[in-house]
Every structure is written in structure tokens, then in C-alpha cells.
């Protein structure tokens, strides 16, 4: 499915707007389908969108302009849970591009999950 605009894009058409992308694991590094995150904007228009993880466990954000966003998790994959204590990220893009996540650069960011007991849905 194509990126829609991001409504503080389409008001600020010279802003070149980048790519958020980070993975979601579980504690072996197996990939984790089906989590749901919400990336919202910081700014009056409260703006916000929502991406889940494939199957190789990748987000994506697209469109996203410079400027603050808060990400949470709200739901992991079947078989699968987060800490909700720990699934709320601070993002910030800069006017060059720049991505970093709780101040660490996007390519040092993921998002790791633990396997729920025994559930027979859930590759070992």
C-alpha cells in the first residue's frame, strides 16, 4: 500500500519528508509479525498514523516531516507481549533527515518482545 501525505507535509510542501523504519524481535532475534504502533505528532494538528510490523518485523512510518513524534506500541503479535511500561519513544527528525529515537540514531533502534508461554501459534 502506498505512504499517504503526512498532513504537516502537505501544509509545508519545501520539507522533504524521510522514511521511519526500525524492527520488532523477540529476545532470539526471531521477527515478530502483527505489532501495532502509533507514530502521533507533536505539534497542534495531533496528527497521527498507524503501521504494523510484517513478517520480517519491520515498521514503517512514511512521509514523516522534521519535527518531534511520540511512538507507542499498542499490541504485539500473536503470542507475543511488551512491557507497557517501556513502549512509548520520543522521535525526532531533523530538517537534514535525521532520525533518532530516543536520541539513539534509527539504525541502533528495535523493539524486542517476549514470547508468551507455551503458545502453539508461535515458531520455535
Known amino acids: ?40 505528532c507533536d505539534c497542534e494538528c495531533c496528527m497521527y ?4 510490523s510484517n513478517k520480517n518485523g519491520c515498521v514503517s512510518f512514511c512521509n514523516v516531516c522534521p519535527g ?19 513502549a512509548l519513544y520520543e522521535v525526532t527528525v531533523s530538517r537534514s533527515g535525521n532520525i533518532r529515537i530516543n536520541d539513539r540514531v534509527i539504525n541502533c533502534f528495535t523493539v524486542y518482545n517476549t514470547r508468551c508461554g507455551d503458545d502453539p501459534n508461535v515458531p520455535t
Open 1 to 40: 500500500m502506498p505512504c499517504k501525505p503526512c498532513i504537516c507535509c502537505s501544509k509545508r510542501p519545501e520539507i522533504n519528508a524521510v522514511t521511519i523504519t526500525f524492527r520488532v524481535l523477540d529476545n532470539d532475534g526471531c521477527p515478530i509479525c502483527g505489532a501495532l504502533f502509533r507514530l502521533e
Open 49 to 52: 498514523i498507524h503501521a504494523i
Open 68 to 86: 518531534t513524534y511520540n511512538l507507542e506500541q499498542l499490541a504485539s503479535g500473536c503470542g507475543y507481549e511488551f512491557d507497557e511500561d517501556d
